[in-house]
């Protein structure tokens, strides 16, 4: 599996807003990874915006990297896509600009794409102190009308041939290998979430609906501090806003499953009046923001019962059995 997949090249692709000292530190990890994976391949900054001289950086520190640019600040999604339109591989790399990656991380990831079926791979992250666990496998499972897609397992790779597959419900769009092809038939990450949260697991649900899969890699290991550019009470509270919004546009554009559909407006339609009565005023403008694009998921809801061939029950039942697997393992855990 190795050897047929270690002559891919592979584009790595890192979106970036004013992250200029954010490259300056963690790009030169990256730039020795893919000079050691014998493939090759390219590395595509997509520069989202901003003012602060990431160009004319990488343009004098980094020569071979490419350079893509919007003139407006688009968003995670926005990036990413033009980012993806760029590469040339067909495995591509996203990476979060404050990511550090080990120098093999790219040959645990690449080797599963000799079969058809994988869509996404992700690696295993480390804080920046190189030994606190921070994500892993995303465990899904379904709870009071929302898949909760946080929970994080860690499992030991067993030697064996082939390798196990681990499934996760997403991979984070920090650090996940994807089949660009699949990428672009799925038209890539959906801008309805923007400017961030919630795009990365809704492509990969929508993979997993095609019955593509998404797996975890716990032997490619990267470095990452979660959360690490907000700061503030007010920015604390947009990111909240954002991502309730968010969640509920994912459901109501990707449940088709109509008892689990009616389960997650059940609990929409009590939580609301709760919100209300808790002064929750953060969540009740999420929940009008949301209804506020009920058209554009509408006419997305269409592409996605259409396109589907597993249902959101099937889904289910693959995640909830996860949880045995993992406790079997030797060193298995969830968080």
């Known amino acids: 599996m190795q050897t047929e997949q270690q002559n891919t090249p592979v584009s ?39 003012s602060d001289g990431t160009e004319e950086f990488l343009a004098a520190e980094f020569p071979a990297v490419r350079v893509v640019r919007s003139e407006v600040n688009r968003g995670f999604a926005g990036a990413a896509n033009m980012g993806m339109r760029a590469a040339g591989s067909r495995v591509a790399v996203l990476l979060n600009n404050d990511v550090e990656v080990q120098k093999f991380f790219l040959e645990p990831l690449v080797r599963w794409f000799g079969n058809g079926k994988i869509f996404a791979v992700c690696a295993r992250s480390l804080d920046w102190d190189h030994s606190t666990f ?55 990450l959906d801008e309805l979430f923007a400017p961030f949260n919630w795009e990365d697991t809704d492509i990969c649900y929508r993979a997993l609906k095609r019955g593509w899969q998404v797996l975890y890699e716990p032997e490619s290991v990267v470095y990452h501090s979660p959360n690490t550019t907000i700061g503030g009470s007010s920015r604390r509270l947009r990111v909240r806003f954002i991502s309730r919004r968010n969640r509920l546009l994912f459901h109501w554009k990707n449940l088709t499953d109509p008892r689990m559909l009616a389960g997650n407006i059940l609990y929409c339609c009590l939580s609301l009046p709760l919100a209300l009565l808790r002064l929750d005023l ?27 061939v597993v249902g959101d029950k099937d889904i289910r039942r693959q995640f909830s059995a996860l949880e045995g697997r993992i406790a079997a393992n030797s060193q298995g855990r969830l968080e």
């Open 12 to 50: 790595i692709v890192i979106p970036t807003w004013n992250g200029r000292e954010l490259l300056k530190r963690f790009l030169p990890s990256v730039v020795d990874a893919l000079a050691a994976w014998p493939g090759g391949g390219e590395i595509v900054v997509a520069v989202d915006g901003g």
């Open 134 to 188: 921070r994500d892993g496998g995303k465990a899904g499972y379904w709870r009071r009308g929302f898949w909760r897609v946080w929970r994080n397992y860690e499992v030991t790779r067993q030697r064996q041939d082939p390798p196990e597959r681990w499934p996760s419900i997403y991979g984070s769009g920090g650090f996940t290998a994807f089949d660009r092809d699949k990428w672009r038939s799925l038209g890539g």
């Open 282 to 308: 953060t969540a009740v403008a999420a929940f009008f923001a949301a209804a506020a694009r009920l058209n554009d998921v509408l006419a997305r809801r269409k592409v996605e019962k259409r396109e589907a």
